[in-house]
């Protein structure tokens, strides 16, 4: 009986702490609970104060000692002795605030985010292999190696990352993964090539040629050209240096072939917004009220937390940086030295091609090229699923890429292949370029760190403390012939490959406009004299008119002006098109609450403001109106492409009898009056219903209701913001995409003075004050002054914590 | 009075452990407090439980007083009951069946029958 008993209760405590040391997921995850919940080194331990300080810490492989200040928004200033220390110290205070972030990213970018989540996250994963990111990462990382300066920059951020990580013991690790159950592994080169291609997946890969080529089977090329056109003609392109191209431009010989009419039935992968997009710009000193030119950039990316920018100041003999970083690459990627400032937008240029490939027979082994059978490459991609067997996925790689669909992925019923062409697939050594970057004293310098980068393309805006302003759109751009690149190609024939790229010094760029400012917006890049053929999946059309607007109206400029620049509400869009659209309706025929919705959008002023109650039934309108007119696309069960908000609202005015404004499911012919009333009457039921939900007012911001979202999408580590703009508007505050870094750099010859912020906060540690202690900055359009002092003593008035980092020999 | 002794002793012993091992470790020191005091199995459970419960929640009320409730907040969002209720449960349920676990080993003498 003692037995039995001893047995028993022996039992249940064994089985208690063990069914409590580890993870289990019934439908949701639960945490090991007792190693979480215990306040000795559970999650406990992630709360911080605001007093909390990062304390000095003895580190192998430092050749000296770094002196790290942190200032009261917990921005590290790292003074090294040199560059070895300076890179290490770099990978050491991004992985101190950003460990989990960096390796989820990378993980992601990789395809191995079922390690972390469990088979939910297979699909996504296969995609990622699919698309080739790990092979275009590995092809960077082999050029990345032949470059002495890369290795060491590269090899150095990533030994002081694994300090860190080698440094924590349970009790310190992030929260995420005590949440997740699982650990950090090392750090590694390859992470942060990955994270490049993961920016350059993020910016460059936008594409439309299968949806392209469906809409030309289906609607002909005079449609075709009519709905989508290559270049809208609005505004000023990025650069506009008409008959200014002095150079003998590669040339292709022939023309491309016409597209053999088809239809591809392909269940794409999810493509980047339109609304990710962004604002550059530099005013020269003729035009500011210091006489010093000012440069500013705010990138638009999805929100998150924690952020994709860390700020960070970088300084060693010779290096003198500031800005912002990527957690997960070294260098400051957009910011500014003591000569120049630099910032990036998205270059949007057709960078992706899918290639028909005509398989010898079902086992793929070879695929016809120019009348020779060629042999594939086949990849077998493990996939490590959490509780569960690995995932075998196989992968057929021909000579111009990954067959990303196939019978097994997106494409059950397609009997027909396309091998996947990237830019972001060649080697390249974007890193060689912010480093140079960093160091750059001049004009010509920049143009030099520019000469190594090319991918993802990016709108390089330019200023220096010596008075040039300047705009480079640089990146690696395959030679097209008229009209190549937008629908599929034939892939069995070597003449429709990439054959040349535009060589560095023929790429779009300029200096010193007569102007007086460059400005890049993701529009049109160039002029038409411009003797390379352009293309690309779509091109702003409001922002940068409106930018391009103010700078030329603006004088005597202060930084003051550019914040509220960056911070600009006018809805050029709404401007253009609401004045039409309101005349379509007729007054004496709504309900009341239509009635009140079209006095509300009568008086309203174009801004799209927290307040504004006009925004709201606008954009509802807008959300309503736009896939009535497209049912056709929106309907249509094989892809096909939309067209623009701004050929759309062109349409309407110009071609109020077009085919597609009936809609399909009415057995009565629609025109575009009767989309409009219809729209119009169904985006105020909407906005009806919503008001009865929350019991409030639709004012825009509430009805917007902004996210910025943790990664691993915890609710709790989440937040809803208040805040105005939206895409197509310089503030380009959406849902979940928007200014993602506001810089303005004031260069003047007496020291350059800086401002910045960024949604979140430089800790990744939702139990930090630092977590989201920037994020009401931010939405209050305001900024942080960024403290650029040359010498860690002329930085003590601004440090709150100052930390040594050691080396234990 | 021995209870009481049970539950100072086994708490002090787990603060002084659980700074440096890991969580389970608490349950080897509410064994062997069981052990030693062997008071039967209602008693020892008990003892365990309001140990163990009691030392954790003390150590997890002083860490959310610092921080201001940042993430204990934040956590009882994650997790279908308070963090607090459920880390006492938890930790408790623990150190009371090792404390059982404890006395039920060693027994009454009188009661060896075999």
Known sequence: ?809 | MKLVYQILATAIVCFLVQIFLPWWTMALVAFAFGYYFNLGSGAAFLAGFVSVGLLWFAKAYSTDLATQSILTEKVNRLLPLNVFVMMVIVGGLVGGFASMTGTIVKGKKQARYY
């Open chain 1, 1 to 809: 009986m003692r037995i039995l008993k001893i047995v028993l209760s022996s039992f249940i405590t064994i089985a208690l702490v063990y069914s409590l040391n580890r993870s289990w997921n019934f439908g949701k995850p639960i945490p090991p609970l007792g190693k979480f919940l215990d306040p000795f080194h559970g999650f406990w331990k992630n709360a911080e104060s605001k007093n909390d300080k990062p304390a000095d810490v003895h580190l192998k492989g430092l050749t000296g000692e770094v002196s790290i200040l942190y200032d009261s928004a917990m921005i590290p200033h790292i003074y090294a002795t040199n560059e070895e220390d300076l890179f290490f110290a770099q990978g050491y205070v991004t992985a101190f605030h950003r460990l989990w972030q960096m390796e989820f990213q990378t993980h992601a970018a990789a395809g191995r985010i079922s390690e972390i989540l469990g088979s939910a996250a297979i699909d996504f994963d296969r995609g990622q292999r699919r698309l080739g990111m790990v092979y275009a990462a590995k092809n960077s990382l082999a050029e990345m190696e032949k470059d002495a300066q890369i290795n060491l920059l590269a090899s150095r951020y990533t030994e002081g990352v694994n300090a860190y990580i080698h440094t924590l013991t349970y009790d310190r690790l992030p929260i995420e993964y005590k949440l997740l159950d699982y650990a950090p592994e090392d750090w590694t080169p390859l992470k942060s090539g990955l994270l490049l291609k993961y920016m350059a997946k993020t910016l460059n890969i936008g594409d439309k040629d299968f949806e392209m080529t469906n809409a030309l089977k289906l609607f002909g090329k005079e449609t075709l050209d009519l709905l989508y056109p290559d270049n809208e003609k609005v505004g000023d392109p990025i650069v506009d240096n008409p008959n200014g191209w002095k150079f003998k431009p590669v040339a292709l010989e022939g023309v491309a072939p016409a597209t053999e009419p088809e239809l591809v039935q392909i269940n794409t992968l999810e493509k980047s917004e339109p609304d990710i997009g962004s604002n550059n710009w530099a005013v020269a000193g003729s035009k500011t009220a210091s006489g010093s030119p000012i440069l500013c950039n705010d990138p638009h990316l999805e929100l998150n937390l924690p952020s994709i920018w860390y700020i960070i100041h970088m300084n060693a003999p010779g290096y003198n940086a500031m800005g912002a970083s990527l957690p997960g690459s070294p260098c400051v990627i957009s910011g500014f030295n003591d000569s120049i400032a630099w910032g990036e937008t998205n270059a949007q240029r057709d960078l992706v091609d899918w290639f028909k490939i005509k398989f010898k027979d079902k086992s793929k082994n070879e695929y016809l090229s120019d009348g020779n059978w060629k042999k594939t490459n086949k990849v077998i991609e493990k996939i490590i699923v959490k509780n569960a067997s690995p995932y075998y996925d196989t992968v057929v790689y021909t000579h111009q890429g990954p067959i990303t669909y196939d019978e097994t992925f997106h494409a059950d019923s397609e009997k027909k292949y396309y091998a996947f062409r990237w830019v972001a697939h060649d080697p390249s050594k974007e890193l060689i370029t912010f480093y140079l970057l960093n160091k750059s004293k001049n004009h010509g310098d920049y143009m030099k760190a520019l000469d190594n980068y090319s991918s993802p393309a990016q709108n390089f805006v330019f200023a220096s403390v010596s008075g040039d302003i300047a705009m480079r759109i640089q990146g690696k751009y395959p030679v097209r012939r008229k009209d190549e690149g937008k629908f599929v190609l034939d892939g069995t024939k070597t003449f429709n490959e990439w054959q040349a790229f535009i060589p560095n010094d023929q790429n779009v760029m300029y200096k010193n406009p007569a102007r007086g400012f460059v400005s890049s917006a993701n529009q049109y890049p160039t002029d038409e004299t411009y003797p390379y053929y352009v293309t690309a999946p779509n091109f702003e059309a409001y922002r940068n008119r409106r930018i391009n607007q103010r700078l030329g109206e603006m004088s005597k400029i202060t930084p003051q002006d550019m914040m509220s620049l960056q911070a600009d509400n006018y809805n050029l869009k709404a401007s253009e098109s609401l004045p039409s659209w309101l005349a379509l309706l007729d007054p004496s025929k709504l309900n009341a609450a239509e009635k009140n919705a079209y006095e509300k959008l009568k008086s309203w002023d174009y801004f799209n403001q927290i307040n504004s109650e006009g925004a709201s039934y606008y954009e509802a309108w807008l959300h309503q109106f736009f896939p009535m007119i497209w049912d056709e696309i929106e309907n249509s069960k094989i892809p096909l492409p939309y067209p623009t908000s701004y050929t759309t609202i062109k349409l309407i005015k110009e071609k109020p009898d077009l085919r597609f404004f009936d809609i399909q499911s009415t057995p009565e012919k629609e025109t575009i009056t009767d989309v409009a009333r219809k729209s119009f009457s169904e985006s105020v039921e909407e906005i009806e219903k919503w008001k009865k939900e929350k019991g409030k007012e639709p004012t825009w911001a509430a009805y917007k209701d902004s996210y910025i979202q943790h990664l691993a999408r915890l609710e709790p580590f989440s937040y809803h913001v208040i805040h105005g703009g939206n895409g197509s508007i310089v503030n380009a505050h959406g849902k979940r995409n928007g200014p993602s870094w506001r810089m303005v750099v004031s260069l003047e010859k007496s020291g350059v003075r800086a401002w910045g912020v960024y949604p979140g906060g430089q800790s990744g540690n939702p139990g930090s004050p630092y977590y989201n202690s920037m994020l009401d900055v931010w939405t209050a359009d305001r900024y942080l002054n960024l403290h650029f002092n040359t010498t860690a003593p002329q930085m003590q008035n601004f440090s709150f914590a100052h930390q040594t980092l050691k080396s234990d020999k």
